[in-house]
Structures are given as structure tokens and as C-alpha cells.
């Protein structure tokens, strides 16, 4: 099955730690992104990359870091220095920058 | 920074009802997509139309867009309980870094 595959899909850290996000995709996609999305809120978009070895700050990337060595993944790490990291965190893959995205189904992380 | 402002909020409805959603974006776009968001899920791609389409058409699904009023619709026919969702507008813009801006979201419950 071609897709894109976000884990894990709970994710719990502990003040002060730093984890990793997990993001892969299947579809031969030269473009991913990271988005944040917060209750009540619409997806903040935290980084994209438009091809491999390449990648930009969107717009709220301070606390994260990201790497995209590999066509297929895009992990996302969110550092201790993202002081609210609590959120819902959807990765996605498109084609082009400007052709419609395909989501995985999103990893939840809370701060403990 | 989000383009996309959905109007409205939350609605909701009867089965067999028509629902209408509402999109206002802020600056010249490349294309307008719209998506859907089940509870706790990724987003799903449900149709893009380009600046110079006025309306298009899938299954239930029918989009239309002003590009002189900044604004786009998308009406689903005949809801279902199943149509229960987010529902979100995204514009790519015309000029720039050509990145999906999401807007907030409208909440639809379909009742049966």
C-alpha cells in the first residue's frame, strides 16, 4: 500500500527531553512538512522540505529540528526548548509545494 | 500565519441535509483545496480548484471559488452522519514560497 506512515501514535516526554517523530512515505514524494495542530486551532506548519538534503523553517519551527537525508523520511525532533510541545503533530507529502498533500494519521504528544 | 478564516465555526444538521462551508483568504492564490479531518486523524484530500475554475464537482462535493471576493464554498449534498467531520480550506499563494496555508476549520455533526 502506498502512504505515508506517522510514528508512533501516542507520545509521552518528560520535561526536559528530547524526542523524535517519526514520518515515512511511500509515494515517490519530493515535498514533506510538518504541521502542529492545537485544539480549536487550524495546522501550523513547523518545517517543509522540498527535496532531499533540503529543508526550511515554516512558521513556527523555533524547538524543532528536523532532517531529511532520505527521499522518504522526514523525522521531527522537538527539543526541550519548545516550551509548549503538547500537541497533535501531522506530517505530509506532496508531489509538488503546490499539488495536494497526503497526511498520515498523526502522532499525539503530551508533556508528563 | 493562517490565510484561510472558515465561516461557520461548527454546524449542524440533519441527515439529508445540505451543508455549506465558507472559506475567506487574504491574499492571490495558485489554488484553493479543501480537506477533511475525522476526530484524532489526519487530514484527507477532498478537491482542489485552481484560480481560474469557478466551480468543480466530486460525488457530493461541489466547490466554488471568487477570486474577485477572496472566497470559496463547498457544499455537500445530501449529508450523512458519516460526513461528521472537520472540514478545512487550504490556499497555496500566487506569489512566494508556494506552501499550503490552512484556515481554521468548520466543525460539521451530522445528526441521524
Known amino acids: 500500500d502506498g502512504g505515508i506512515t506517522q510514528s508512533p501514535k501516542y507520545l509521552f516526554r518528560k520535561e526536559g527531553q528530547n524526542v523524535t517523530l517519526s514520518c515515512e512515505q511511500n509515494l515517490n514524494h519530493d515535498a514533506m512538512y510538518w504541521y502542529r495542530q492545537d485544539p480549536g486551532q487550524g495546522l501550523r506548519l513547523i518545517y517543509y522540505?522540498?527535496?532531499?538534503?533540503?529543508?526550511q523553517k515554516g512558521d513556527i519551527a523555533e524547538g524543532y529540528s528536523v532532517s531529511r537525508e532520505k527521499k522518504e523520511s522526514f523525522p521531527l525532533t522537538v527539543t526541550s526548548a519548545q516550551k509548549n510541545p503538547t500537541a497533535f503533530y501531522l506530517c505530509?507529502?506532496?508531489?509538488?509545494?503546490?499539488?495536494?498533500?497526503?497526511f498520515g494519521q498523526g502522532t499525539r504528544l503530551t508533556v508528563v | 500565519s493562517q490565510q484561510g478564516e472558515e465561516d461557520p465555526q461548527a454546524l449542524s444538521i440533519q441527515e439529508g441535509e445540505n451543508a455549506t462551508m465558507n472559506c475567506s483568504y487574504k491574499t492571490s492564490i495558485n489554488n484553493l483545496q479543501w480537506y477533511r479531518q475525522n476526530s484524532g486523524r489526519g487530514l484527507v484530500h477532498l478537491i482542489l480548484?485552481?484560480?481560474?475554475?469557478r466551480e468543480k464537482h466530486s460525488g457530493r462535493l461541489r466547490v466554488t471559488l471568487d477570486t474577485s471576493k477572496k472566497s470559496s464554498s463547498l457544499l455537500i449534498t445530501a449529508s450523512r452522519a458519516a460526513d461528521t467531520a472537520s472540514y478545512f480550506c487550504a490556499t497555496v499563494p500566487f506569489t512566494g514560497f508556494q506552501k499550503l496555508v490552512f484556515g481554521t476549520g468548520t466543525r460539521l455533526l451530522v445528526s441521524p
Open positions: 480548484i485552481r484560480s481560474n475554475e
Open positions: 522540505s522540498q527535496i532531499v538534503n533540503d529543508f
Open positions: 505530509a507529502s506532496s508531489f509538488q509545494m503546490n499539488t495536494e498533500a497526503f
